[in-house]
Structure formats: structure tokens, C-alpha cells
């Protein structure tokens, strides 16, 4: 992975585990531990993509960030829409900053 890229897919992940921003959101499905980005739709839905839909790089990092312990699942348990599977939030443990700091 080139530099320009792991720094592209950290400053994303980031973004999406930061606790302060709700949309999108770096998501782990309860029902089979599939990573997904969640975000706003519009009037008032929400909707998923799985990281599979980005570059593969994306699920390699997020698979080992998960398994060293850097990110973790935190809140309850969602739908994103009736009849959606059941997410968690993931945001990265207190070591990493907050995206601008």
C-alpha cells in the first residue's frame, strides 16, 4: 500500500468513526460481522453500502485495526430501516485523534 493511499484510507476512516459525526458512519453488521459505511439518504432514511463496495484496501485495514483492539463497537444496536440487519457504531479508541485535531 503506497503512502498516499494509507493516509487517504486512515483521514476516511477517521471521518466515519468520529463520534461527533453521524453520517456516514463506519458500521459492523451484528448478523454476520460485515463492515458497512451507513449514511443520511435524505427525508429522514438512512441506507448502507458494504466496504466491500470500496477498494479492497479499506477491508484489510479495517480488519486489522479491528483485530489489534484500535477500533471498537460502541453504542446500542440499530436498524437502519425496517427489516435492515442490526448495526453498531465502530470509532477508533482513544488513542488515534479526532479527524482536525
Sequence with gaps: MTDNAFDEI??????????EIHSPSLLM???DGSFHLGYYAG??????????NFSPLYRT???QLYREGQLEVTGRAFSLYPGSGRFRKLIFTKQYPEPGS
Design 10 to 19: 486512515m483521514d476516511n476512516l477517521k471521518h466515519w468513526t468520529s463520534e
Design 29 to 31: 453488521s451484528l448478523d
Design 43 to 52: 427525508m429522514g432514511n438512512s441506507d448502507s453500502s458494504p466496504i466491500d
Design 61 to 63: 485495514k479495517i480488519n
